[in-house]
Nanobody
Framework: QVQLVESGGGLVQAGGSLRLSCAASGRTFSSYAMGWFRQAPGKEREFVAAISRTGGTTDYKASVKGRFTISRDNAKNTVSLQMNSLKPEDTAVYYC????????????????WGQGTQVTVSS
């Protein structure tokens, strides 16, 4: 019932910034907690950030705290990930996801996944 489409990926130098966006279809966006995950070549998909249905609660992977900020705009059915002070190790395909509650999203138990957008950070 929900289609997720990521955008905003690209190539950026270390220390730079990038903003990812995820657009969701339908009129039930606010019923889902949202999250961002990433997967680097040869590695497992990992949790990056999550946000509750209202946006009142957020959760982050320890290595991105203070650098990344997740936000959502329920009126526009979008969730964003502002990434600052990017490092080469942030290079990965980034996916947005939707789940019932924030704890489920953070643990990877999501109902919907986007197709991903590539983020490459050069040194």
């Amino acid at each position: 019932q929900v289609q997720l489409v990521e955008s905003g990926g690209g190539l950026v130098q270390a220390g730079g910034s990038l903003r990812l966006s995820c657009a969701a279809s339908g009129r039930t966006f606010s019923s889902y907690a949202m999250g961002w995950f990433r997967q680097a070549p040869g590695k497992e998909r990992e949790f990056v950030a999550a946000i509750s249905r209202t946006g009142g609660t957020t959760d982050y992977k320890a290595s991105v705290k203070g650098r990344f900020t997740i936000s959502r705009d329920n009126a526009k059915n979008t969730v964003s990930l502002q990434m600052n002070s990017l490092k080469p190790e942030d290079t990965a395909v980034y996916y947005c996801a939707a789940g019932p509650i924030i704890r489920a999203v953070a643990s990877g138990r999501n109902d919907y996944w986007g197709q991903g957008t590539q983020v490459t950070v050069s040194s």
